[in-house]
């Protein structure tokens, strides 16, 4: 497996011997900054999930929807991170195909978030 692996990598090497002239330094800090924040919204939408199951059953107050709630935002801010880190911040016309999927669970997402708030 590590063999294989050292082979992808030299031929990537092969094929982008400079790597760093295809992205502009601005652009990759750009996205290592959207990259990091996409990243942070995912991990806290799992963690509030988490901690509102925790609630759910160990509460008597009824708390879980809104930590709900808020975990599916976190999950829809994490669908438009992707989205504009795909798109290159709507620079570059992707494919429907490509994008389906952050298109549909972004607003589904919001609603969800909304319905759990409503409870």
Do not use: W
Request: net charge negative; proline share 3%.
């Amino acid at each position: 497996m590590s063999d294989l692996l050292e082979q992808l990598a030299n031929s990537v090497d092969d094929v982008f011997p400079d790597k760093d002239e295809l992205v502009h330094k601005e652009h990759y800090k750009r996205d290592h900054i959207m990259l990091a924040i996409r990243n942070l919204l995912v991990g806290a939408a799992a963690l509030l999930f988490v901690v509102s199951f925790i609630f759910d059953e160990l509460s008597h107050i009824d708390i879980h929807h809104i930590i709900k709630g808020i975990a599916y935002f976190c999950g829809a801010g994490a669908y438009v991170f992707e989205c504009l880190l795909l798109t290159d911040c709507f620079k570059t016309k992707v494919p429907h195909k490509e994008m389906f999927m952050v298109y549909c669970l972004g607003p589904l997402y919001l609603l969800m978030g909304f319905s759990y708030m409503m409870k």
